[in-house]
């Protein structure tokens, strides 16, 4: 069951850290927010069904982009994209202290923040399941509506010709069918990542589908 007390907390303090992110830019810190969140019910379902506790890494997933409120100028990242779970697991570790959490819970909830972008972390840690898993739900959050939505959007797909359309597509197939076959650490992410990359290679693969159709009569 939850700590509502601690989530309660640890949500108070999230939300002030990015309250004062004076540099961060406006338009991305609503969906900084939101993705926290649904990273955070990523990791609940996988420390559900996998015996996790699912406080700590509620906690975890609320933390493991905390350095977003740190984001500075042209690059809109602390100070360095892949600097940035490093720099998380540094400003949790005296907050998750203030909780009153055992010493060896917040190594591993701050090993695992740490080492959540580039599987590399700046102290000595274990990669425990529950470590990696919070690595694990940030991946899963990557594929889903809202980030399809966005893929689109943001590659300007409406304002390319057929044939940048096409090649987009296909190059995007081709990178979801490798990723696919990434494992992920529990069965649970595993099965959670294959369904979320599965939706979109069908999804692509319908606009594949589409935009063949949309020169010619089919044979």
């Known amino acids: 069951m939850l700590n509502h007390k601690l989530i309660k907390k640890t949500e108070a303090y999230l939300k002030e850290k990015f309250d ?19 990273v955070a019910n990523i990791g609940r379902e996988i420390a559900l069904k996998e015996g996790f506790d699912e406080t700590e890494m509620v906690i975890a997933c609320l933390l493991h982009d905390i350095s977003y409120c740190e984001a500075t100028g042209e690059n809109r990242f ?13 400003i949790a570790r005296p907050f998750l202290q203030e909780l009153g959490l ?10 695992g923040i740490a080492i959540h972008v580039d599987d590399e972390a700046d102290f000595e840690g274990e990669r425990t399941p529950f470590a990696i898993s919070i690595g694990d739900a940030d991946n899963i959050d990557r594929f889903d509506a809202y980030r399809l939505h966005e893929i689109l959007s943001r590659s300007a ?11 987009f597509v296909e190059k995007r197939l081709a990178r979801f069918h490798e990723l696919r076959e990434i494992p992920a650490t529990t069965k649970t992410a595993d099965a959670m990542w294959k369904a979320r990359v599965d939706f979109f290679i069908v999804f692509f ?15």
């Open 20 to 38: 004062h992110a004076t540099d961060f830019e406006q338009d991305d810190l609503p969906y900084r927010i939101e993705h926290t969140y649904r």
């Open 78 to 90: 602390w100070p360095d994209w892949k600097e940035h779970g490093r720099r998380a697991a540094q």
């Open 102 to 111: 055992p010493e060896d819970r917040i190594n591993d909830i701050c090993y």
């Open 157 to 167: 797909f409406l304002d390319m010709s057929y044939e940048e359309k096409l090649n």
């Open 205 to 219: 693969e319908k606009l594949k589908d589409q935009l063949k159709q949309s020169k010619s009569i089919m044979e």
